[in-house]
């Protein structure tokens, strides 16, 4: 745990008991200060069971002596209404803070090295992907945030370790100090549009990795038009000491200073125009497509820019893992691969898988999103057949008709078992059959949460007789 030093003997109000708040909570504790805690459900509050908090309301009671709200990132504070207890904060005139602000408060002379990750799609890839270099190069490191533990329950870090944090739009917006020695910019799609108040605000939110705190070094992804705009802004910006890396999965990129670009199945690292080294990708199942490809480019940016070797690199990817639920290879049944790709929950993410394979069993749905499939029309002749589930199900059907074989399985042991029985059969030549989960959708129509329909995915495939290891390809 991190203690939040600074406010010793001092109340300081926490919005919301879920993980990251009570790490909070935790951390306000041993660092001496008095948390006032507050969650819209009591229980929360009832089951916190630590001794030194106070239990308050803090829509209708008295804020006297509160001197910080901290909110957890679920919690809306700006679109579509800001919650109660952030409205009376900003009443009251108390300032409004997160884990994350107090996170970079409280190891702001720890002498640790903080990289930070955002974008839409790739984060969690990116960032463990970050952490498996760091450790291969043999440097401690941490990772936290967004993915695994939250940012205070981390380890007080040393002078030197390296500290890499998943961060999403939720946790930036609110976070009034904002300072990591590396950012990393990957991408933006449309997402989380109801709680920034449209793309623009999204795009802000992500943004402020780069303004608040004005990081050593930015690592920006510039396949996409706010890509470049915000690489282009920080250049024009520039002071000693900063360096802008650019990263595309796209093409090459030329002109001055340092770039990555995916080059056939090899990331290429440049200089002023000039290519310094090549870090092969073939071979690699955890870092199959071309998005993998823009995650692998941003991380070897981010450890180069920490001053890992490339060799150390070269190396170290051949034996990176993967995550779960990100284009994981579940098994192989003779020629069928399949691949749980569950936190595929909208279509940009979707695309990337299917664009990552050449003959598809595709099992999609869930809780839909706005805008639905038709963005994936490009990828249709991929796919063999479509299995739809949940509530999606029959706006998927209504899209593929004509385009794409579809049934409508309804729930996903029916689809998996339907996919596997059909991919089995495939006689064609060449291209591997491959079923995929992708789902395009959020899964809280079935599930609750991503992993557990993954986990569910995995469990079927794995009942299936005749599963080997999917080796490497």
């Excluded at 708040?21 to 089951?47: I, Y």
């Excluded at 401690?140 to 739009?169: C, H, K, R």
């Excluded at 690292?269 to 199959?288: F, V």
């Excluded at 963005?375 to 029959?394: N, Q, T």
């Amino acid at each position: 745990m991190i203690p939040i030093r600074g406010y010793e003997g001092r109340r300081l109000a926490v919005l919301g008991l879920g993980k990251a708040g009570r790490s909070v909570v935790e951390a306000l504790l041993a660092g001496g200060a008095t948390p006032v805690v507050h969650d819209d459900n009591p229980r929360a509050v009832a089951d916190l069971g630590l001794a030194g908090v106070e239990q308050a309301d803090l829509i209708e009671g008295s804020w006297d002596g509160i001197d910080l709200l901290a909110a957890s990132p679920g919690i809306t504070h700006l679109y579509p209404t800001p919650h109660p207890v952030i409205a009376r904060a900003w009443g009251e005139g108390v300032p409004v803070d997160n884990e994350i602000g107090l996170f970079f408060r409280a190891i702001a002379r720890s002498g640790a090295f903080v990289v930070a990750i955002t974008g839409t799609n790739g984060k969690s890839t990116t960032t463990a992907l970050i952490r498996h270099l760091v450790e291969a190069a043999g440097r401690p490191v941490q990772m936290g945030g967004n993915i695994g533990v939250p940012v205070l329950g981390l380890a007080a870090p040393a002078p030197g370790d390296v500290v890499v944090l998943e961060l999403s739009s939720y946790q930036i917006d609110q976070a009034r100090l904002i300072a990591p020695d590396v950012a990393l910019f990957l991408n933006l799609t449309p997402d989380h549009y109801d709680r920034h108040g449209g793309h623009g605000g999204y795009f802000a939110a992500k943004r402020r990795l780069f303004e608040v705190g004005r990081p050593r070094v930015a690592v920006i992804g510039v396949d996409e038009a706010e890509g470049r705009f915000l690489a282009n802004q920080r250049r024009a910006g520039r002071v000693p000491g900063e360096d802008t890396i650019a990263i595309s999965a796209e093409r090459p990129l030329g002109g001055r200073g340092r770039s990555f670009s995916r080059d056939g199945s090899a990331v290429v690292e440049y200089r002023d125009g000039d290519a310094l080294a090549r870090y092969e990708l073939s071979g690699i199942g955890s870092l199959r497509g071309v998005h993998n490809a823009q995650n692998a480019a941003a991380a070897i940016a981010a450890v180069r820019g920490l001053g890992i070797a490339p060799p150390v690199i070269a190396a170290a990817l051949k034996t990176f893992p993967g995550l779960a639920h990100r284009l994981e290879q579940v098994g192989r049944r003779g020629r069928v691969l399949f691949i749980n790709d569950s936190k595929a929950t909208n279509a940009d993410a979707a695309a990337r898988a299917l664009a990552s394979f050449g003959r598809l069993y595709w099992i999609a749905g869930g809780k839909p999103k706005e805008g639905g499939i038709e963005s994936l029309a490009p990828f249709f002749p991929r796919i063999v057949k479509a299995y739809l589930i949940g509530e999606a199900a029959d706006a998927f059907a209504r899209t593929l008709e004509g385009r794409v074989p579809y049934v409508l399985s309804g729930d996903l042991a029916t689809a998996t078992a339907a996919a596997a029985r059909d991919a089995a059969a495939d006689a064609a030549e060449g291209e591997e059959p491959v079923v995929l989960l992708s789902p395009a959708c959020a899964s809280f129509d079935q599930f609750p949460n991503f992993e557990k329909r993954g986990d569910v995915f995995r469990a079927l495939v794995e009942a299936l007789p005749g599963l080997s290891n999917p080796g490497g390809s």
